[in-house]
């Protein structure tokens, strides 16, 4: 049983440029939920999805959208880099509100 | 406003020793506890979490954590430290009508040979 799957691992992105990330939730699983991870910080929410709509929000600027897809997974895309969001991207599956899966990131360099 | 605080940023234990790693969070309502592990360029695993019953919860690899309201702590045990312990460890709490995951800042768990 496959958990939740993340891709790409790594991408060097150019300051301005967008971005896609992908995730696959962990089989049975129905929600997604996507968290950054800056260097030596603990993971902060961006947001949510849940059938297809997006159910809460963190605190990220209208440049952090995502999409969830009839399957359950999920894309985060982020507008107009900047070098400040060369992070971590975890995205974490869940059924329910208790049990929640991350999976292993995307490791996103904006030069 | 949810919050969690690791008040040590790095703790070493020699290997065999018992372990702590300290949590203590402040939420409204009734609080979901969680501790996740995250090693060198991974994501985070599952050890264990507290949403409600015996204080006392026991998670994998020989973790546990004791629930403790009254000082609204949530601290991470382990009897006996593995040099394989050393990693990142995220205390991390869920707001009773929340849907997210709020993290603290991390404590980076050394056990020396």
Known sequence: DAGVTQSPTHLIKTRGQQVTLRCSPKSGHDTVSWYQQALGQGPQFIFQYYEEEERQRGNFPDRFSGHQFPNYSSELNVNALLLGDSALYLCASSLGPTGYTFGSGTRLTVV | ?113
Do not use: M
């Open chain 2, 1 to 113: 406003a949810q919050s969690v605080a690791q008040p040590e940023d790095q703790v070493n234990v020699a290997e065999g020793n018992p372990l702590t790693v300290k949590c203590t969070y402040s939420v409204s309502g009734n609080p979901y506890l969680f501790w996740y592990v995250q090693y060198p360029n991974r994501g985070l695993q599952f050890l264990l979490k507290y949403i409600t019953g015996d204080n006392l919860v026991k998670g994998s690899y020989g973790f546990e954590a004791e629930f403790n309201k009254s000082q609204t702590s949530f601290h991470l045990k382990k009897p006996s430290a593995l040099v394989s312990d050393s990693a990142l460890y995220f205390c991390a709490v869920r707001e009773t009508g929340a849907n997210n995951l709020f993290f603290g800042t991390g404590t980076r768990l050394t056990v020396i040979p």
